[in-house]
């Protein structure tokens, strides 16, 4: 007897649809983009470095896809319209993942980094609702375990995290005629903001806390957010999940 073919990966997803990744450039942003060009989508990479935007998409492409990398900073307005505009182009965006936001470990000033972290995908948002809703329009926010599970050393990446759970709790409950809205919160993630983590001190102290026994991958948190923003997640509305391998409930 033959062995049954093992069926690809497919969410159920409209290939050539759009889905705009923010933070596409590295980590958990790259990831989502390349798993979802994987999936038919059509990809709109974006970061504030935009040559790692460009090699996100070049790597799409060379794999086949559909993809364009823009540079775009998210906490600058005009930057964020004009993106947008080139974007849809490519055709109708219909799925955003707001991936882009500082690292932790840098020193913010606590309001700028509320209006940056919150705000940003709040305009995000608004831009990209302003014409109308696409049929069938889906989102993730990505946050933290940090600020909504647990607290920090950092004030302000507690306080934005948790904003940005609230905001997106937010949509699910108001904006839902428009668009479907969940909240993904990764734990430690092996990206290149955590280069090292895993091997210093510290980190093995928090590994040995983490009941599957390792850091997170950006595929991951790549494949839970778009599992989310598929057809297959359709009746899932305000959600907020961790993925931390069950870290946080050791704490």
């Not at 948002?125 to 940090?146: E, M, Q, T």
Request: glycine share 12%; hydrophobic share 45%.
């Amino acid at each position: 007897m033959s062995t049954p073919a093992v069926p690809a990966v497919h969410f159920g997803f409209t290939p050539g649809d759009v889905v705009l990744v923010t933070g596409a450039g590295s980590g958990i942003g790259r990831a989502t983009a390349i798993r979802a060009a994987e999936l038919g989508l059509s990809v709109a990479a974006w970061d504030l470095n935009g040559d790692t935007a460009a090699e996100t998409a070049q790597t799409i492409t060379a794999a086949g896809g559909t993809a364009i990398g823009l540079a775009c900073d998210v906490g600058d307005a005009d930057q964020i319209a004009a993106a947008f505009a080139e974007t849809k182009k490519v055709g109708t965006i219909r799925h955003l993942a707001n991936v882009a936001g500082p690292p932790s470990a840098i020193d913010l000033e606590f309001e700028q980094a509320l209006v940056l972290c919150v705000g940003s995908m709040r305009r995000m948002v608004d831009v990209w609702l302003s014409d109308g809703a696409p049929d069938g329009a889906s989102l993730v926010n990505i946050a933290s375990v940090a600020g909504n599970v647990i607290g920090t050393n950092s004030d302000w990446y507690c306080a934005s995290k948790a904003g940005i759970a609230g905001y997106t709790r937010h949509l699910a409950a108001y904006r839902s005629d428009e668009v479907r809205s969940n909240t993904v919160a990764p734990g430690m993630t092996d990206t290149p903001r955590l280069a090292g983590f895993a091997e210093s001190e510290v980190g093995q102290r928090v590994l040995q806390r983490i009941p599957l026994g390792r850091m997170g991958s950006p595929d991951d948190i790549a494949w839970t957010v778009l599992f989310l923003l598929s057809p297959l997640a359709g009746y899932v509305n305000g959600a907020f999940l961790p993925v931390d391998g069950g870290w946080t409930v050791t704490q």
